[in-house]
């Protein structure tokens, strides 16, 4: 898979949620988009990432 | 003798030069203006000429300042910057001072949203005064803006944006500009416009407090329709806090990039 332009090797099956977590994303502060749509948080735990998928994940620090 | 439109009105002269019309015509200006040029006044007149005499030592008419804008920028720049309209969202650090630099510029269109009013603490970064303190920053920055002399019509919502008021608000404009506080009004923000406005494109703020190096606050274009400004790390809400001159850094370069976008570059 390809996060950010890196490439991972998923080893299982995984979720977008539990992949956000585990990289240390708080899921109320990223837009993410996988092969090019964006997904929204409501659907992170039902996405589910192979390892043909590309992500971009962008995400936001507070102040304005 | 040389027929030429002085002042948007046709006129014959016998004389050679601008200096020698000026003294015959005896106008009062002190800024001249040779079809769609500021020239200097020992400049020859030709037939044809297309010329504004103006007295820039008092406020001008809109007619004068969208002449003088051509003169500056060139005619095709200012009809691009006139015809586009930026929706911003969120007045503080950032939107304040992006509205006033994309009004200056004479984008033609802001439309400015926030739902909270000016306090003292404002003060330290954000483009008000003391008078303000009360009022909606909708309504305070629109009478600022409004005393610019600039060519910008300027529409407000005083309103908290949620995901369901951003597409009804936001759906005639083609340029949104992300200028909110919060990381999850952010994230909120730039996933509902992304998702639901196909055409829209987002300018957003991440990352600009405290005093590290300004050449740390860059434009990224991280997504086909999502440009991001900021270092990226430096949190308002721990640490030092936000402070002017960097806000004021990362503001303008959104309003740069924003800039852009309206004259069709599309890179950073």
């Known amino acids: 898979m390809k996060a950010n332009g890196k490439e991972i090797l998923l080893s299982t099956p995984t979720t977008l949620k539990a992949f956000l977590t585990e990289q240390g994303?708080?899921?109320?502060?990223?837009?993410?988009?996988?092969?090019?749509?964006?997904?929204?948080?409501?659907?992170?735990?039902?996405?589910?990432?192979?390892?043909?998928?590309?992500?971009?994940?962008?995400?936001?620090?507070?102040?304005? | 003798m040389k027929t030429l439109t002085l002042n948007n009105t046709l006129y014959q002269t016998l004389t050679t030069t601008y200096d020698q019309l000026k003294q015959t015509t005896q106008i009062n200006a002190n800024h001249l203006i040779v079809n769609g040029h500021s020239q200097p006044w020992h400049t020859d007149i030709h037939s044809g000429d297309e010329v504004l005499m103006i007295d820039n030592r008092a406020p001008l008419s809109p007619p004068i300042r969208r002449?003088?804008?051509?003169?500056?920028?060139?005619?095709?720049?200012?009809?691009?910057?006139?015809?586009?309209?930026?929706?911003?969202?969120?007045?503080?650090?950032?939107?304040?001072?992006?509205?006033?630099?994309?009004?200056?510029v004479g984008v033609g269109h802001l439309l400015l949203i926030d739902y909270d009013t000016v306090d003292a603490t404002n003060l330290a970064r954000q483009q008000y005064y003391l008078s303000?303190?009360?009022?909606?920053?909708?309504?305070a920055l629109k009478a600022h803006i409004e005393q610019m002399?600039?060519?910008?019509?300027?529409?407000?919502?005083?309103?908290?944006?949620?995901?369901?008021?951003?597409?009804?608000?936001?759906?005639?404009?083609?340029?949104?500009?992300?200028?909110?506080?919060?990381?999850e009004m952010k994230a909120m923000l730039v996933n509902t416009a992304l998702t639901h406005l196909?055409?829209?494109?987002?300018?957003?703020g991440s990352g600009m407090a405290g005093y590290a190096s300004g050449n740390?606050?860059?434009?990224?274009?991280?997504?086909?329709?999502?440009?991001?400004?900021?270092?990226?790390?430096?949190?308002?809400?721990?640490?030092i806090g936000l402070m002017a001159p960097r806000v004021g850094l990362c503001a303008h370069a959104q309003a740069t990039q924003i800039m852009r976008l309206i004259l069709n570059e599309k890179t950073v």
């Open chain 2, 198 to 204: 196909p055409d829209a494109v987002v300018v957003s």
């Open chain 2, 67 to 104: 002449a003088l804008y051509n003169a500056r920028y060139g005619k095709d720049i200012m009809d691009k910057l006139q015809n586009a309209s930026v929706a911003i969202c969120g007045l503080g650090g950032l939107g304040s001072v992006i509205a006033i630099a994309l009004a200056r």
């Open chain 1, 25 to 64: 994303y708080n899921i109320e502060r990223v837009v993410v988009e996988k092969n090019g749509a964006i997904v929204t948080n409501e659907h992170f735990e039902h996405t589910q990432l192979s390892n043909d998928d590309r992500i971009e994940i962008v995400h936001f620090v507070g102040g304005g």
């Open chain 2, 132 to 139: 303000d303190i009360g009022r909606y920053k909708t309504d």
């Open chain 2, 216 to 239: 740390l606050i860059q434009c990224k274009q991280l997504l086909s329709r999502l440009y991001i400004v900021g270092d990226g790390t430096s949190e308002g809400e721990d640490g």
């Open chain 2, 149 to 183: 002399g600039t060519l910008t019509t300027i529409d407000t919502s005083t309103t908290k944006l949620n995901e369901e008021n951003i597409v009804p608000l936001l759906a005639n404009y083609s340029i949104i500009c992300e200028a909110l506080d919060a990381p």
